[in-house]
């Protein structure tokens, strides 16, 4: 069973570069075919596809954060980060990490962080 586990910063400020951490357990995250996720949901909104990194290292990310965010991993501790830079307040949300399998789409989900960025 793999479960995930985020962590970071509870409060940052406008203009500075957030930095998460997903430990990921159960798993090696070199493992194929899956997809490691960062995902966002602010405040009454909905769910928010921020990027993956693949188990080979390469990397998506959604054009509507304009180059902001980067993901990577550390295949030694079985992690994997998340990074966004020129934060706003719209930023703000709960930041879930997650594992999806290409084959047959089994997910698995973190806990969720929630991140405040304060104007």
């Known amino acids: 069973q793999v479960q995930l586990e985020e962590s970071g910063p509870d409060l940052v400020n406008s203009s500075q570069t957030l930095s998460l951490t997903c430990t990921v357990s159960?798993?090696?995250?070199?493992?194929?075919?899956?997809?490691w996720t960062w995902i966002r949901q602010p405040p009454g909104k909905n769910l928010e596809w921020i990027g993956y990194i693949a188990s080979a290292g390469n990397t998506f990310y959604t054009e509507s954060l304009n180059s902001r965010a980067s993901i990577s991993k550390d295949n030694a501790k079985n992690t994997v980060y998340l990074q966004m830079n020129s934060l706003k307040p719209e930023d703000t949300a709960v930041y879930y990490c997650?594992?999806?399998?290409?084959?047959?789409?089994?997910?698995?989900w973190g806990q969720g962080t929630q991140v405040t960025v304060s104007p």
């Open positions: 997650k594992a999806r399998r290409v084959r047959n789409g089994l997910e698995y």
């Open positions: 159960g798993e090696s995250i070199t493992t194929m075919s899956t997809f």
